[in-house]
Structure formats: structure tokens, C-alpha cells
């Protein structure tokens, strides 16, 4: 059984540019949640999709967007990419009624 | 913003030791998970215990919750140079099993 699988792992961008990173849940799971950890930090809360739509969000600008798909992976977009959106962008899954998440890899983004 | 907060920040013990980390948090909860980080990269999920449950084992884990305290402890018993890595604890205050995670706790367990 495949876990929460992520694409890609590394990532280096120029600022201003945009990015879309995507995620697959584990088996049996329908609830994707994003989250961006800065070096150093734990990881923050970004937005979280449940049956294609955005469910809860966190403090983040318009910036960042997302999207779930029918088959319930999930894609995140980040416009204008500035230095500071360096970080490692965690996926994580979760199933109806449970609250355990499962993290992927995540993807090592870059911005120069 | 940061909800949880582990403490110490790092902590440096032998083989064969025990590990016992603190979290603190600030709002009330529906449950507190700990997960395992190692070297930056994805987070593993050790153990959840809910805000009506006390204690909670697995393995060589001990997790303890205190909600009037807003507090939880990781202990980690007999640890090995395996369990080196970085320990968040992470709070969950909805259905929706959305986490608030703190900064963590390096552990160092040296042979």
C-alpha cells in the first residue's frame, strides 16, 4: 500500500515565477491537507481539500492556491514566487472520521 | 502561528537513556499527535491521544496529556542511535484533522 506520495522532491525557482507541486493521498484516504515548513520551524498549516473543495485554510496570501481532484490527489500552486516561499511543502492525507494525518516526502522548494 | 511548544529544544543523551520531551500548548484541543522528523524530510506519525485520554503507549513510546495544563509528554524509553531525529508535537482543535504543530525538539541519542 502506497503512502502519501509527492512530487517532486527538489525544486529551484526564480522569483516571480510560479510553481505547482502535487500530491497523492495514501490508499482509502479523501482529505488533503497542505502545510509549508520553514528551516528550522514546524510546520504551518495551509489550506486543507475535501471533495474537491477548500475546506479550511490557514494564514497564507491568495498566492498560494490548490486544487483536489475526482481521484483525490491534490495540486499546490504558489504565483509570484518570492524568497521567502523557500521551504519544504508537506502533503498530508487523512480519512472520513479519522484524524490521523499521514505526511508524504515533501518537496525542498528553492527560490533564487 | 505557533500553538504547541516542545521543550527542551534539544536534547543530547546516550544510548540506553531515556527521552522525555514536553509540549505546551495554548487552546483547548480534540486531540495532540507526535510525529518524527528526520533530516527535514517527511513526518512520521508516532502516536495520537485524545483530549479525554490521560495516557497512551506504544512501544517504547509514553504519552502523557494534561488538559489542564495544556501539557503532553513524549517519553521514549531504552532509545537508540535510530531515534535521532527531530519530535513535533501537533494539535488538533477541530473535526477536520488540520494540525498546529510546534518548533520541535532535536534529539541526539549517541552510541
Known amino acids: 500500500d502506497a503512502g502519501v506520495t509527492q512530487s517532486p522532491t527538489h525544486l529551484i525557482k526564480t522569483r516571480g515565477q510560479q510553481v505547482t507541486l502535487r500530491c497523492s493521498p495514501k490508499?482509502?484516504?479523501?482529505?488533503v491537507s497542505w502545510y509549508q515548513q520553514a528551516l528550522g520551524q514546524g510546520p504551518q498549516f495551509i489550506f486543507q481539500?475535501?471533495?474537491?473543495?477548500?475546506?479550511q485554510r490557514g494564514n497564507f496570501p491568495d498566492r498560494f492556491s490548490g486544487h483536489q481532484f475526482p481521484n483525490y490527489s491534490s495540486e499546490l500552486n504558489v504565483n509570484a514566487l518570492l524568497l521567502g516561499d523557500s521551504a519544504l511543502y508537506l502533503c498530508a492525507s487523512s480519512g472520513r472520521g479519522n484524524t490521523e494525518a499521514f505526511f508524504g516526502q515533501g518537496t525542498r522548494l528553492t527560490v533564487v | 502561528s505557533q500553538q504547541g511548544e516542545e521543550d527542551p529544544q534539544a536534547l543530547s543523551i546516550q544510548e540506553g537513556e531515556n527521552a522525555t520531551m514536553n509540549c505546551s500548548y495554548k487552546t483547548s484541543i480534540n486531540n495532540l499527535q507526535w510525529y518524527r522528523q528526520n533530516s527535514g524530510r517527511g513526518l512520521v506519525h508516532l502516536i495520537l491521544i485524545r483530549s479525554n485520554e490521560r495516557e497512551k503507549h506504544s512501544g517504547r513510546l509514553r504519552v502523557t496529556l494534561d488538559t489542564s495544563k495544556k501539557s503532553s509528554s513524549l517519553l521514549i524509553t531504552a532509545s537508540r542511535a535510530a531515534d535521532t531525529a527531530s519530535y513535533f508535537c501537533a494539535t488538533g482543535n477541530s473535526g477536520y484533522s488540520t494540525l498546529t504543530f510546534g518548533k520541535g525538539t532535536m534529539l541526539l541519542v549517541s552510541p
Open positions: 481539500y475535501y471533495e474537491e473543495e477548500e475546506r
Open positions: 490508499s482509502g484516504h479523501d482529505t
